[in-house]
């Protein structure tokens, strides 16, 4: 097909671009197809507060900032991903919630690090 004609609506080329929601699920994934054990734990504490949408857009963010995913992250990566995104929080979680949010999150850096 010419690339330059426009296709029918809804019959859209699939995109291979990295903003591909394909792509980053790839990239929040490890092989099993399965979050971390400790990811998928601050990924449901967050998703408590915020929607879906804000909770992987915030994680992904921090990840890509430190070049890393899921499957990479160390007991340290995963401390330092969580201070990454307290800062992003603080922006959508509201302010009584906050305190909350946090111990929750300190849990579970101290089950990764003892």
């Known amino acids: 097909m010419d690339p330059n004609r426009r296709r029918p609506f809804g019959q859209e080329e699939p995109s291979i671009s990295p903003s591909s929601g394909t792509l980053r699920a790839a990239r929040r994934t490890s092989s099993s197809g399965q ?30 900032m430190r070049h890393l995913t899921p499957a990479m992250l160390s ?19 509201p302010e009584n919630d906050l305190p909350q949010l946090m111990l929750e999150l ?5 089950m990764v690090n003892p």
């Not at 995963?78 to 995104?85: A, P, W």
């Open 106 to 110: 300190a849990e579970v850096l101290e």
């Open 75 to 93: 007991p340290a990566a995963l401390g330092e991903l969580t201070g990454d995104i307290m800062i992003g929080l603080r922006l959508f979680v």
């Open 35 to 64: 979050y971390p054990l400790h990811y998928t734990r601050v990924r449901e504490i967050l998703l408590r507060y915020l929607s879906p949408i804000l909770v992987d857009s915030v994680l992904d963010r921090a990840l890509g």
